[in-house]
């Protein structure tokens, strides 16, 4: 019994030994896997941190956010804004998406302007450029017309500002005639949504025309034809004559008058004023009586007696007519939120008042 429990003792002790040289032997299992997942954690770290935004700011990740739902064509969107890494967008705010608006430029005033320094004449134009909002101005032009005919592209004109003030110098017109003017602007717009048709080209009303003076004018009357008095002797035809022209010294009209007598044939006739002009002839057309002068170099100037002669002096034009900027934003002050509207109440209905008897035309009811 004694050797059995050696044996036992043995044997026992055999095993312990052999099952600790075995673990010692072995690979530790657990914790090769703590250590891969640390080295997971390590390196989910530093991805992150490859992907982290940096000094980006919110709106700008929002931005890129909405150009995946919002594009047309194609389009580039970095890996972090759209996949790869989980993300939450949060709208910070709300947009009205708003059409742009664009109201055309308005003339003011047409005014003629004559510059004693320089000896020179212009039309001074002064007036409102066009107001926009949420466009950019393309182009504006100023353009005219003279004695009712086409219009024309004048000039290019800058617009500073929205709904900014203008003055525009306009020179080297045809003296005698006539100009209206208008401006042309044309707009590009800057919101996501887009001009309706028609509405990105705006034209100003056209001004009152204005007459651009000449220099210079011939007034005739009382002109009379020579003929033949009781006698038979030539009685010669006579007109009076005014001569009107700018004094640039004293910056007015000067007017010089004076009876002409008709000379025989034209031959020896007075120069008129210094002018080099002389009297040629008086007579009868069909349109009435005209007085003809004539210089040296052969020129003529057929003048019509009794006829208004332009002024040298013209005054200018004034718009007056509303604006229509001012139009528009008193209509839009005067909108009222039904919400708060007092009108739009409901007001309890009230009995109706019973009508009077015995007033009628007849002495009775007129029902």
């Known amino acids: 019994m004694q050797n059995i429990d050696k044996i036992a003792i043995a044997l026992a002790g055999l095993i312990l030994v052999a099952g600790f040289s075995i673990s010692a032997l072995l690979p530790d299992s657990g914790g090769k896997l703590s250590t891969a997942i ?65 109201i055309s430029a308005r003339i003011s005033t047409v005014g003629v302007v004559r510059n004693g320094d320089s000896r020179t004449t212009h039309h001074s134009i002064s007036g409102r450029h066009a107001v926009f909002e949420r466009a950019e101005i393309v182009s ?8 009712d005919g086409g219009w024309e592209k004048l000039q290019t004109v800058p617009v500073v500002s929205s709904g900014a003030q203008f003055e525009l110098v306009v020179g080297g017109l045809e003296p005698k ?58 009685v010669p035809g006579r007109v009076t004559m005014q001569y009107s022209f700018w004094n640039w010294e004293t910056n007015g009209t000067k007017r010089n008058t004076r009876i002409i007598t008709e000379s ?18 008086i007579q009868d057309t069909a349109d009435g009586r005209y007085v003809v002068l004539k210089d040296a170099a052969g020129k003529r100037v057929y003048l019509k007696n009794n006829d208004t002669p332009l002024p040298l002096d013209p005054s200018g034009w004034e718009n007056l007519d509303a604006d229509p900027a001012v139009s528009a934003a008193e209509s839009s002050d005067d ?26 035309l007849f002495g009775g009811d007129d029902r």
């Open 38 to 102: 640390d080295e997971a954690n390590v390196t989910i770290e530093q991805r992150a941190a490859e992907q982290d935004l940096g000094k980006r700011t919110p709106p700008a990740v929002e931005a890129k956010v909405r150009e995946a739902f919002f594009f047309q064509g194609e389009t580039v969107l970095p890996e972090w804004s759209f996949y790869r890494r989980p993300a939450r967008l949060e709208v910070f705010r709300t947009e009205v998406i708003l059409p742009p608006s664009l």
């Open 140 to 147: 504006c032009t100023l353009e005219v017309t003279s004695n």
């Open 177 to 234: 005639s006539s100009y209206k003017y208008r401006l042309v602007t044309r707009g590009l717009s800057s919101s996501s949504v887009a001009f309706s048709n028609g509405t990105d080209l705006v034209t100003s009303d056209a001004s009152g025309a204005v007459l651009f003076p000449p220099d210079s004018v011939w007034r005739v009357s009382g002109a009379q034809i020579g003929r033949l008095d009781t006698s038979g002797n030539l």
């Open 264 to 281: 025989p044939d034209g031959e020896g006739a007075s120069n008129l004023f210094e002018t080099g002009f002389h009297l040629e002839r």
């Open 335 to 360: 909108e009222v939120d039904p919400a708060q509207d007092p009108a739009a109440e409901t007001k309890a209905d009230k009995p109706p008042k019973p009508r009077p008897t015995g007033g009628g």
